[in-house]
């Protein structure tokens, strides 16, 4: 049962991969279900965007292409309405993909390159991580507070413009994009519907942005 306050106001991107089902229990929890968007026809009424991703970019890209949401999640992107990117989605709103020389939507200015070589660290990186909080944004607080993540992932965004990063976490002795975001559209690397309590508190801390302080767009 879909909540009536919420009334397809939030929408899933179904490109038929990635954690979809777990980011919508993460959001069945909180008590905010959201509709599955499999085509443009699916956005009608919506307010705001999950676009959810693990495995790789190009066959991601691909799926993207076969429901023909491609060109309206760029209008969407560039009408700076509500996105959350999650691990593989923050990378494909990117412009561009190493992994497998495979444009993405664009949304965000940079690339997507493979994790920096380290000597003692493997590849992909997984399991939990304490973010470096940069600057607030309705994602993450200012208070101080590390909170500790999961992640899985082997490459990287490297944003064109560093203004836009908002976390970031070690990988060895490197430091690497966590969170970005940008008026209304933000991502992170790692999965919050997999990180506990504190991935939870990032869910609610979107959803209470999404209801309290981005409608002013409608």
């Given at each position: 049962m879909m909540s009536s306050r919420l009334s397809r106001?939030?929408?899933?991107?179904?490109?038929?991969?990635?954690?979809?089902?777990?980011?919508?229990?993460?959001?069945?929890r909180l008590g905010e279900p959201a509709v599955l968007v499999q085509s443009h026809n699916d956005l009608v009424g919506l307010e705001a965007l999950i676009l959810p991703g693990v495995g790789?970019?190009?066959?991601?890209?691909?799926?993207?292409?076969s429901t023909g949401l491609v060109p309206y999640l760029r209008a969407w992107g560039e009408a700076n309405r509500p996105i959350l990117g999650i691990c593989l989605g923050l990378q494909l709103l990117f412009e561009y993909s190493a992994e497998d020389e495979k444009e993405g939507?664009?949304?965000f200015q940079g690339s997507v390159e493979?994790?920096?070589?380290?000597?003692?660290?493997?590849?992909p990186h997984m399991g939990w991580a304490p973010l470096r909080v940069r600057r607030s944004c309705p994602l993450l607080s200012d208070d101080?507070?590390?909170p500790w993540v999961y992640f899985v992932h082997s490459y990287v965004a490297v944003p064109r413009n560093a203004a836009v990063l908002a976390a970031t976490v070690n990988y060895g002795t490197s430091t690497v994009t966590a969170v970005v975001w940008s008026g209304r559209v933000g991502a992170c690397q790692f999965h919050p519907e997999k990180s506990s309590s504190a991935g939870e508190a990032i869910l609610k801390r979107w959803l209470h942005w999404l209801y309290q302080s981005a409608g002013s767009y409608l």
């Amino acid at each position: 049962m879909m909540s009536s306050r919420l009334s397809r106001r939030l929408g899933i991107v179904d490109y038929g991969v990635g954690n979809l089902h777990s980011v919508g229990k993460a959001l069945e929890r909180l008590g905010e279900p959201a509709v599955l968007v499999q085509s443009h026809n699916d956005l009608v009424g919506l307010e705001a965007l999950i676009l959810p991703g693990v495995g790789s970019f190009g066959p991601a890209m691909d799926s993207l292409y076969s429901t023909g949401l491609v060109p309206y999640l760029r209008a969407w992107g560039e009408a700076n309405r509500p996105i959350l990117g999650i691990c593989l989605g923050l990378q494909l709103l990117f412009e561009y993909s190493a992994e497998d020389e495979k444009e993405g939507l664009g949304i965000f200015q940079g690339s997507v390159e493979r994790l920096p070589h380290q000597i003692d660290e493997r590849v992909p990186h997984m399991g939990w991580a304490p973010l470096r909080v940069r600057r607030s944004c309705p994602l993450l607080s200012d208070d101080g507070a590390a909170p500790w993540v999961y992640f899985v992932h082997s490459y990287v965004a490297v944003p064109r413009n560093a203004a836009v990063l908002a976390a970031t976490v070690n990988y060895g002795t490197s430091t690497v994009t966590a969170v970005v975001w940008s008026g209304r559209v933000g991502a992170c690397q790692f999965h919050p519907e997999k990180s506990s309590s504190a991935g939870e508190a990032i869910l609610k801390r979107w959803l209470h942005w999404l209801y309290q302080s981005a409608g002013s767009y409608l």
